[in-house]
């Protein structure tokens, strides 16, 4: 009966641990988040977009060939109109659960039906194959910097997709997207230029939100896509 007691007890511990790591991980998040928002506040500008939109919200998420495919899915596509396709492709996999085995072997047609582009069917199938081979990849440990060489190997994965992937998987805090057509329009709104602003103007305007530009990011896509970006 002892013995008994002991491994219940041990069992519970163990499970009590487990959901304070998780509990440590969202409170650290937000920690950061919070700290980031404090930091960003200080410019008035985008002070304005913070009081004005609610806080950005980065889910925890594992499984990295979905969120892949969903970036392939969303390029130079509005929110609204990528988020419709991404629900279609979700529906063609059991529990709406995205998987590279069950992808390779879906037919042509059934990912053309969704809506998807011969291109982007061609870069999801190269993606597939790239986790087939890979099986069981963790990019935790790699850098920014590492993580952009392995991920531009992949055919149909650039710049652009990389960045959304440091965003909203790996919750790299301090990346700028400096591709997207979204985030060069909130530049201009916000700055009211003339015109679309440069890689390198970007660049420079942005140093002061370091190193929480990817949650600057998201203020921006408030004001051209309704913060619906992803």
């Keep these: 009966m002892k013995n008994r007691y ?11 641990i487990s959901i304070l790591k998780i509990l440590n991980f969202i409170s650290m998040k937000s920690k950061i988040l919070n700290e980031g928002i404090k930091h960003l506040s200080k410019d008035k500008k985008l002070s304005s977009l913070i009081n004005e939109f609610e806080k950005p919200v980065f889910y925890k998420s594992t499984n990295y060939y979905d969120d892949l495919c969903k970036s392939i899915i969303y390029q130079q596509l509005s929110g609204k109109v990528a988020k419709i396709i991404y629900h279609r492709f979700l529906n063609l996999f059991p529990n709406k659960v995205p998987n590279f085995k069950k992808t390779l072997d879906l037919k042509f047609e059934e990912l053309k039906k969704i809506g998807l582009s011969k291109q982007k069917i061609t870069y999801i199938d190269n993606l597939a194959k790239y986790f087939y081979n890979k099986k069981n990849i ?15 190997k992949i055919k149909g994965i650039g710049p652009w997709t990389i960045d959304m992937f440091l965003m909203f ?8 997207p400096v591709g997207d057509l979204g985030i060069k329009k909130a530049f201009q709104i916000l700055y009211k ?19 929480y530009r990817t949650i600057a990011c998201c203020y921006l896509w408030y004001l051209v896509d309704d913060g619906d970006v992803w």
């Design 193 to 211: 230029l003339k015109e679309l602003p440069s890689k390198e103007l970007m660049i420079e305007m942005s140093a002061k939100w370091k190193p």
């Design 169 to 176: 998987t790996m919750h790299r805090t301090d990346i700028l």
């Design 6 to 16: 002991v491994k219940f007890h041990y069992e519970n511990i163990t499970i009590l």
């Design 138 to 152: 963790d990019f935790v440990k790699y850098s920014d910097e590492s993580l952009r060489k392995e991920l531009i």
